[in-house]
């Protein structure tokens, strides 16, 4: 029996002009991959016939054939670029088609592939049941699949093809951009980082690196797209323009289109390049030129702009870390390494054969606070550039120069430049500042490193240690360090922190040494000393333990805990019946010049009850003499107190007689050097008579210090001293002691 249909009904396409509305023009590249799996040939004729001479979105199709599940499975491992699949639900097996599909989408991960079944018998596949088991994107029987219903079923499953991929396409680019900035954030430096972002726009668009990228220095008073336009990375052929200015490349196309991107702020986008607008900030735009060689489709485009904005930010923060590396590793005014840098150059001189003839000099230059004070910081930051001008220009560039801290330069190269002559001649000439000569003096600190053990923080460590000792021997002179020296170092720092240790475990204690009245050998008083007994019973000697204590600051704690115990001991002797005993406190120059001293005294008298009257401070002559007038209204503000000063060492700090008037001191001490002069040397008392007369005349008190022997005591008896301590009358004593000895001798 035989039915009569229409045209567009027909199951074989045999009416080849009902389609000649939908020949598309040709001209685009590429083409749609369309595979048939089927094991009937005429169903793979029938379609390549009427699908064959027609264009989708502007691309022809290419078709594949298998003829049966088993070929498609094997195709399919070499084949993936194809856009739909025409597939019969039944062959080898009733579901081959349904099982095919499944290992499409599952076992090769092939999502993007337009799947349309077809089938001839659809009880075999219901289609509803089909649609909502199985990732097929169109289920029609064969019977309906007319010329024009198969050419639109298929156009439609390109187009949806088409829009997966490109949102693929854009997903992958996303992911690549991601990708792009983590991997970009990990490379240091301006340079490394802008290198990175041409290698990852290339991969981005699949090309080859070729191109550059360039920074504009938007600077005041430059005209033209090219001004302050500089290469700072490139790849392929512009390699050879790193660090020079875009310019000399010589090519217009590439200076036009990067001036374009710069001034109209945009990406600019030819048949063969692309040039990429990057926006920055502090007056600095970036701009990339690439090479693309083709053109580049929206897709590329919007995922370039999407990487330049991204990158625009990571251009802003490496720059920023650029600038934050350049300030942690040079100093701001002279553009010199600093201290960190120099750590690290030394380091790398130590890791080459150089260090065998290679010195590190640290040179100070001498009294530039006073300078600097006396014509202001503004003179001073100019001397210290010119300063470091003249250390870096000769000999020139075989030296590194740094700034080591305020006036301290650090200067490092071979021995036969780097030596006392050499620095101390750049400061033989005048420098010039502000129309004024001014002459400057140098010491200089020096290491040197052909056999040095350790790292380049130890070197600059050592030759400020070098440098101290040079100043302590002379201005201008110079000193080269020694591994004595470090061990004496190292000892004062062991002695340090044991010293602390010793004050936190109370191993430290005072010990009283009584004055004696000359005329009555009784004891009026007594002068509270410090003394240290070690774990192990040794005792340290005060001259080693006291500078350290000075120096570390730790005088101030233990300094105010003598004072207190020395007042308590006083309160307890007067307790005992003694109460016109004086107590004598020493007071270093570092506790005296701490702020709150004064503060302190009041409080040790206030706590402890003790009779300012009966307190006594000494204070050493060179403390005395050093900033008097600040002394003097310090002593001042003590003697209302009702506490008296002594001055300790008289007669060795050259005192000037005017100041001593001014200082208000109640009596002066004799010191055991002239105490011993009085029998050993050929002047005889000279100095003691003197300074006992110096004192009568005053209305000064005088104790001599440090009598040994009865023939001292004679002649200081002799010589009028009404007072004196030492070893002839007692040694110093605990508390404990110097009760039992008052009650026994001391006041007998």
Request: charged fraction near 25%; glycine fraction near 8%.
């Amino acid at each position: 029996m035989t039915t009569s249909t229409s045209p567009e009904d027909d199951l074989v396409f045999l009416d080849e002009t009902a389609a000649h509305g939908f020949n598309l023009p040709r001209g685009a590249t590429g083409v749609w991959r369309v595979l048939i799996i089927d094991d009937d040939a005429d169903v793979h004729s029938a379609t390549t016939f009427a699908l064959g001479n027609l264009e989708m979105q502007h691309r022809p199709l290419e078709f594949l054939h298998a003829f049966s599940a088993a070929e498609a499975r094997a195709l399919l491992k070499n084949e993936r670029d194809i856009a739909v699949i025409l597939l019969d639900v039944v062959m080898e097996m009733e579901d081959a088609g349904l099982q095919l599909v499944r290992y499409i989408r599952e076992t090769m991960g092939m999502t993007e592939v337009r799947i349309i079944l077809r089938t001839g018998q659809p009880g075999y596949a219901p289609e509803i049941d089909a649609i909502r088991d199985y990732d097929i994107n169109d289920y029609k029987t064969k019977s309906e699949l007319t010329r024009i219903k198969l050419f639109t079923t298929v156009t439609a499953a390109i187009r949806s093809y088409e829009q997966i991929r490109a949102i693929n396409a854009s997903r992958r680019g996303l992911d690549l951009i991601v990708r792009a900035g983590t991997e970009l954030m990990a490379l240091q430096g301006l340079q490394n980082f802008a290198a990175g972002v041409i290698t990852q726009i290339a991969g981005l668009l699949s090309l080859t690196p070729e191109g550059l990228l360039c920074v504009q220095e938007n600077l005041d008073g430059e005209e033209g797209e090219e001004a302050g336009l500089f290469v700072i990375a490139a790849a392929g052929n512009f390699l050879d323009f790193i660090n020079q200015p875009i310019s000399a490349i010589g090519d217009p196309r590439i200076t036009g289109a990067l001036g374009q991107a710069l001034r109209e702020r945009r990406n600019i986008y030819g048949d063969d390049f692309s040039a990429l607008y990057f926006a920055g900030k502090a007056k600095r735009d970036f701009a990339a030129f690439l090479n693309t060689r083709t053109p580049l489709d929206d897709i590329d485009r919007r995922l370039l702009e999407v990487f330049c904005g991204n990158i625009s930010v990571g251009l802003d923060n490496v720059l920023m870390v650029t600038r934050l590396h350049h300030f942690a590793f040079y100093d701001t005014l002279t553009k010199l390494p600093n201290r960190t840098r120099m750590v690290e150059i030394i380091n790398e001189m130590l890791a080459t054969p150089a260090r065998s003839e290679a010195t590190l000099a640290l040179v100070d230059i001498d009294h530039f606070s006073e300078t600097n004070d006396a014509l202001g910081h503004q003179f001073g930051d100019l001397l210290l550039l010119a300063v470091a001008g003249r250390l870096q220009s000769h000999p020139g560039k075989q030296l590194v120069v740094a700034r080591i801290s305020g006036d301290t330069f650090g200067v490092l190269g071979h021995a036969d430049l780097v030596n006392p002559p050499m620095i101390l001649a750049q400061f033989e000439k005048p420098f010039s500042i502000d129309g004024q000569d001014v002459q400057l003096s140098a010491t200089t600190g020096l290491v040197h490193l052909h056999d040095y053990e350790g790292g380049g923080t130890d070197a600059l460590k050592d030759g400020d240690i070098a440098l101290k000792r040079a100043k302590l021997q002379q201005r201008a002179g110079h000193f080269y360090f020694s591994h004595s020296m470090a061990v004496d170092v190292r000892e004062r720092v062991r002695m340090m922190h044991a010293l602390r240790t010793a004050f936190e475990e109370k191993r430290l204690f005072v010990v009283y040494q009584p004055q004696i009245d000359l005329a009555t050998r009784q004891a009026t008083g007594a002068e509270a000393l410090l003394r240290w007994k070690t774990a192990d019973g040794t005792f340290i000697p005060p001259d080693l333990f006291i500078p350290i204590a000075e120096y570390s600051g730790m005088i101030i704690d233990i300094g105010n805990w003598v004072m207190l115990e020395a007042c308590r001991e006083l309160v307890r002797l007067r307790s005992l019946g003694f109460v016109d005993f004086m107590m004598s406190i020493n007071v270093s120059q570092v506790q005296f010049r701490h702020p709150h001293f004064l503060d302190t005294l009041h409080k040790a008298l206030l706590e402890t009850h003790a009779p300012p009257a009966f307190v006594e401070l000494e204070i050493t002559e060179s403390m005395a003499m050093e900033d008097p007038d600040v002394l003097i209204e310090l002593l001042g503000q003590i003697k209302q107190t009702g506490v008296s000063i002594a001055i300790d060492d008289f007669g060795t700090g050259f005192s000037s007689l005017s100041y001593l008037q001014q200082l208000q001191a109640d009596r002066i001490k004799i010191d055991r050097a002239f105490v011993i002069e009085i029998t050993n040397s050929s002047r005889g008392s000279s100095i003691a008579e003197m300074i006992i007369q110096l004192g009568r005349n005053l209305g000064l008190a005088v104790i001599a210090e440090g009598v040994e022997d009865e023939r001292q005591a004679d002649i200081l008896t002799e010589l009028g001293c009404p007072l004196a301590q030492g070893f002839l009358f007692a040694r110093p004593m605990t508390a404990d002691h110097l009760a039992a000895w008052l009650k026994s001798d001391g006041l007998a």
